[in-house]
Nanobody, 124 residues
Framework: QVQLVESGGGLVQAGGSLRLSCAAS????????MGWFRQAPGKEREFVAG????????NVADSVKGRFTISRDNAKNTVYLQMNSLKPEDTAVYYCAADVGIVVHSRAREYDYWGQGTQVTVSS
């Protein structure tokens, strides 16, 4: 089992920045892909970004490309999502997820473990 805890969400004005963190604990010795998803009210959960165990390969959704960056520190069992130039449409609950695999998937069903989520609200 892997436990995931997100932090770093909050309220920010449009154009501002936030950095989300996701700390993993439990069975973290196996290679696993980490992903960030988000879900706005009334919408489906959508893929934001994902990164492989080595950190060499990552994938970012087109809607946030050039503004969001995913990274990880395996020594700290933590993955980060740096969010710059935030827009009101980025408002959502952001979830961290782990997939015991080696390929970054964009489908939520591919991920085995999920955090509780952290709220990000961007005001206009």
């Amino acid at each position: 089992q892997v436990q995931l805890v997100e932090s770093g969400g909050g309220l920010v004005q449009a154009g501002g920045s936030l950095r989300l963190s996701c700390a993993a604990s439990g069975r973290t010795v196996s290679p696993y892909v980490m992903g960030w998803f988000r879900q706005a009210p009334g919408k489906e959960r959508e893929f934001v970004a994902g990164i492989t165990w080595s950190g060499v390969s990552s994938n970012v959704a087109d809607s946030v490309k050039g503004r969001f960056t995913i990274s990880r520190d395996n020594a700290k069992n933590t993955v980060y999502l740096q969010m710059n130039s935030l827009k009101p449409e980025d408002t959502a609950v952001y979830y961290c997820a782990a997939d015991v695999g080696i390929v970054v998937h964009s489908r939520a069903r591919e991920y085995d473990y999920w955090g509780q989520g952290t709220q990000v609200t961007v005001s206009s």
